[in-house]
Each structure stands twice: as structure tokens, then as C-alpha cells.
Antibody, heavy 118, light 114 residues
Framework: EVQLLQSGGGLVQPGGSLRLSCAAS????????TAWVRQAPGKGLEWASH????????FYTDSVKGRFTIFRDNSKNTLYLQMNSLRAEDTALYYC???????????WGHGTLVTVSS | DIVMTQSPDSLAVSLGERATINCKSS????????????LAWYQQKPGQPPKLLIY???TRESGVPDRFSGSGSGTDFTLTISSLQAEDVAVYYC??????????FGQGTKVEIK
């Protein structure tokens, strides 16, 4: 069974940092691109960051460029999102998601809440 | 970026009736070399992550009931629930994956029981 088990998240002050993790199992993690998709409270889905299967290629939505870093450890089957200089507008439920044969998502983690507030 | 616009924002349908959700993209999602439309549909129930329903605009994901169907090509797409069930109450999103990242989502359509 495919599983994406998320951890990290929580309450942080503006300007603070957090690291999210997503541990994958049930599939060959190193063969698939993965992404972080976020959802602000009561809002829709936003593709925040993406990483290729090898980890060589990364993408960030404009609002997080220079502040967030996506990376993966294929030996540990784990995806990460390092979030620095957090802002109130980064408050959201963050989902890790597995890309399928193309850049649509066939598996999703349960989500982890990030709240940025003083 | 490609902009995805869904309509309506919400709809209420009686049990057993048809629900239709539209999704329009700001540019064509059809790749002529493989004749595939790079469009997916997701269902998100309250308190749950999104679930993939449809990809390549009309291919149903394994395990998805056949009352869900996707159609359309180019810039105009439709998700149809042929006979609405109580468990179909959710927000539905379309997503394009044609462009270089990001693969933008529509704003969502909330489906409720009338």
C-alpha cells in the first residue's frame, strides 16, 4: 500500500523556520517526482514546490522562492521542505504529493498544518 | 502561467441527479504529438486530502466509481457525476499539467445535496 507519512509543522512566529518531512513507502520513491501543495484555510490548492525524481531539478512558486528549499533523500525515501523567513501568508495545510507518469498527483499525504503567527 | 477557471463555484443537486462541473483553461491543454489533454480532476472531502479522480481529461483512476466521467478537449473540460450519491459531497478541482511547472489548479467547485 502506498503511504506518504507527513511530520513537522506547527506554530511559528513570523520570520521563523520549520522543516516538513514526508516519508514514503509502498512504491519505488526514487522513480517519481514529488511536490508540496498547500491549502490556506478555507481556500483552494496551490502547488508550492516540486522536485524531480533524482532531486536535480526543483521548482518554487514565486511567493516562496528564496525562502523555501525542497529536497529529498532517496536512500531514506523521504521528501523535505525547509521553510525559512516564514510569513503569515504561509499559513496553510501542506500536503506532500506523488507525481504519476506526468505532473498530476496520484497519491497524497494527510497534510500537516503550518501556522505563522505572533 | 495557465489560468484555470471552474464554474459554477458551487452547486446543489438532488440525490440521483446529474452534477456537471466545468473547467476552462486560458490556453489549450492538448498536446498534438500524443493527442492527450493534460488535465486532471480531484475530489476533496472535508478534512481529507485531495483524491485523484480523472487524468488525461477522461481516464478514470483505478477504483473510482464509473458515475464519475471526464470529457472535453483543448480549453474546455467537464466533470460529470451521473447520479449523485451522498458520499460525493465534496469540493472538486481541475488541474492542468501541460505547462512547465506550476501545474495550476482551478478555484474549486463545491457540490452539495439539494
Amino acid at each position: 500500500e502506498v503511504q506518504l507519512l507527513q511530520s513537522g509543522g506547527g506554530l511559528v512566529q513570523p520570520g521563523g523556520s520549520l522543516r516538513l518531512s514526508c516519508a514514503a513507502s509502498g512504491f519505488n520513491f526514487s522513480n517519481y517526482a514529488t511536490a508540496w501543495v498547500r491549502q490556506a484555510p478555507g481556500k483552494g490548492l496551490e502547488w508550492a514546490s516540486h522536485i524531480s525524481a533524482s532531486g536535480r531539478d526543483t521548482f518554487y512558486t514565486d511567493s516562496v522562492k528564496g525562502r523555501f528549499t525542497i529536497f529529498r533523500d532517496n536512500s531514506k525515501n523521504t521528501l523535505y521542505l525547509q521553510m525559512n523567513s516564514l510569513r503569515a501568508e504561509d499559513t496553510a495545510l501542506y500536503y506532500c504529493a506523488k507525481s504519476a507518469s506526468s505532473n498530476y498527483f496520484d497519491q497524497w499525504g494527510h497534510g500537516t498544518l503550518v501556522t505563522v503567527s505572533s | 502561467d495557465i489560468v484555470m477557471t471552474q464554474s459554477p463555484d458551487s452547486l446543489a443537486v438532488s440525490l440521483g441527479e446529474r452534477a456537471t462541473i466545468n473547467c476552462k483553461s486560458s490556453q489549450s491543454l492538448l498536446y498534438t504529438f500524443n493527442k492527450k489533454n493534460y488535465l486532471a480532476w480531484y475530489q476533496q472531502k472535508p478534512g481529507q486530502p485531495p483524491k485523484l479522480l480523472i487524468y488525461w481529461a477522461s481516464t478514470r483512476e483505478s477504483g473510482v466509481p464509473d458515475r464519475f466521467s471526464g470529457s472535453g478537449s483543448g480549453t474546455d473540460f467537464t466533470l460529470t457525476i451521473s447520479s449523485l450519491q451522498a458520499e460525493d459531497v465534496a469540493v472538486y478541482y481541475c488541474q492542468q499539467f501541460y505547462s512547465n511547472l506550476p501545474g495550476t489548479f482551478g478555484q474549486g467547485t463545491k457540490v452539495e445535496i439539494k
